[in-house]
């Protein structure tokens, strides 16, 4: 069975630096995504990648957030200075097609210090 | 601001009984509907998708859906203990998922 897979899936970090999270999407599917999650709230939407470009963010994906996708399979997100607010599971997902099911990552725990 | 509203519970059903999810959703347009379950700490899982007016069911889980009136329910027949976890109603609107708060459920042994 394809699946979404992330690494890490715990990453510890010091306030102000760099950290990037990484994903493979399941590997015919076109739309990408990452959301997350602080404990005990919704999942919220972070950003939509579509053919190699963002399609859409949300406020929180200001500009200490970026994406790529480097190469044919990996999908990253990074966050130049983390603050203490970013401590929060973060997942990536993906679907195949416009109205196809979404498949989440297993996530990354996130622990800004 | 596209809206999905849940009943955050929690909802508790004895073992064996039938569990009731509810969601209304704001968009009009919205074309697709999912029901997520997640255990806490793990990722959210995809139990039901339903696309049309009407029923649609699989094992012990029938999704309800209702465009008219905005709605999207689950039913769990025979709660197991397993299915205790927090269910997350989606929306697709686009290609943008949106995604309720959560319900809840405790199945008591």
């Known amino acids: 069975e394809p699946e979404v897979t992330q690494t890490p899936s715990h990453q510890v970090t010091q306030m102000g630096q760099e950290v990037i999270l990484r994903c493979v999407p399941i590997?015919?599917?076109?739309?990408f995504y990452w959301y997350r999650q602080i404990l005990g709230q919704k999942v919220e939407f972070l950003v939509s990648?579509?053919?190699?470009?963002?399609?859409?963010k949300s406020e929180i994906f200001d500009d200490q957030f970026s994406v790529e996708r480097p190469d044919g399979s990996n999908f990253t997100l990074k966050i130049r200075s983390t603050k203490l607010e970013d401590s929060a599971m973060y997942f990536c997902?993906?679907?195949?097609?416009?109205?196809?099911?979404?498949?989440f990552g297993s996530g990354t725990q996130l622990s800004v210090l | 601001q596209k809206e999905v509203e849940q009943n955050s519970g929690p909802l508790s059903v004895p073992e064996g009984a039938i569990a009731s999810l509810n969601c209304t959703y704001s968009d009009r347009v919205s074309q697709s509907f999912f029901w997520y379950r997640q255990y806490s700490g793990k990722s959210p899982e995809l139990i039901m998708s339903?696309?049309?007016?009407g029923d649609k069911e699989d094992g012990r889980f029938t999704a309800q859906l209702n465009k008219a009136s905005q709605y999207v329910s689950l039913l769990i027949r025979d709660s197991q203990p397993s299915d205790s976890a927090t269910y997350l109603c989606?929306?697709?609107?686009?290609?943008?998922?949106?995604f309720g708060t959560g319900t809840s459920l405790t199945v008591i042994p």
């Open positions: 590997s015919n599917h076109l739309y």
């Open positions: 997902a993906s679907k195949n097609g416009r109205n196809e099911k979404l498949f």
């Open positions: 339903i696309y049309s007016n």
């Open positions: 990648f579509y053919n190699n470009e963002i399609s859409e």
């Open positions: 989606a929306v697709n609107s686009g290609n943008q998922f949106y």
